[in-house]
């Protein structure tokens, strides 16, 4: 019985130490994806445009968007995608820039500009922004460590407890 624990602190103290930056990175990236509608300067709020049906053209949303000098929108390919919130009456144009432009699809007047700094952080949190491997051969395997972390960590505050209780039995 004593050579379990004594591994399982091992195992418990390598995997902490050999995975802490990256467990580090997924947790702090994902407390801001957490506060990320309530923290504008991570994602811009979403605004309410005239509702309705949309009766914007794709055309008229691309000259919206283009109308704006920061969000560097040219032609569709400077364009990463359209989210279009029919409820609200809006449509985001997010640029490649970074930028979200966000449309009324009635008017075709820009409601707001902003940086929108969620689709990176969401990149930093699934290792995708270091590379594609990183995400696969480091960020997926220190999700199963810190798994293991947390099952060796519950293990290890148990064991006091059952030791106690194998005694009071045994008396």
Request: proline share 5%; charged share 25%; hydrophobic share 45%.
């Amino acid at each position: 019985m004593s050579r379990a624990p004594r591994l399982n602190r091992k195992l418990h103290r390598l995997g902490a130490i050999v995975f802490a930056l990256p467990i580090l990175v997924i947790l702090g990236s994902g407390v801001f994806l957490q506060l990320k509608k309530e923290w504008a300067w991570v994602q811009p709020p979403t605004a309410q445009g005239s509702g309705g049906d949309p009766t914007l053209a794709f055309d008229d949303i691309l000259a919206a968007a283009r109308s704006v000098a920061e969000a560097r929108v040219e032609t569709w390919e400077d364009v990463d995608r359209l989210d279009v919130r029919p409820g609200r009456g809006l449509v985001k144009v997010r640029a490649n820039s970074g930028w979200e432009v966000q449309v009324d699809t009635r008017s075709g007047a820009v409601l707001q500009v902003a940086y929108r700094r969620s689709d990176l952080i969401e990149s930093i949190h699934d290792g995708s922004f270091f590379h594609d491997r990183v995400k696969l051969w480091l960020f997926l395997p220190s999700a199963f460590v810190f798994l293991g972390l947390w099952g060796t960590g519950i293990y290890l505050w148990l064991l006091p407890h059952l030791i106690k209780r194998r005694r009071r039995e045994q008396k």
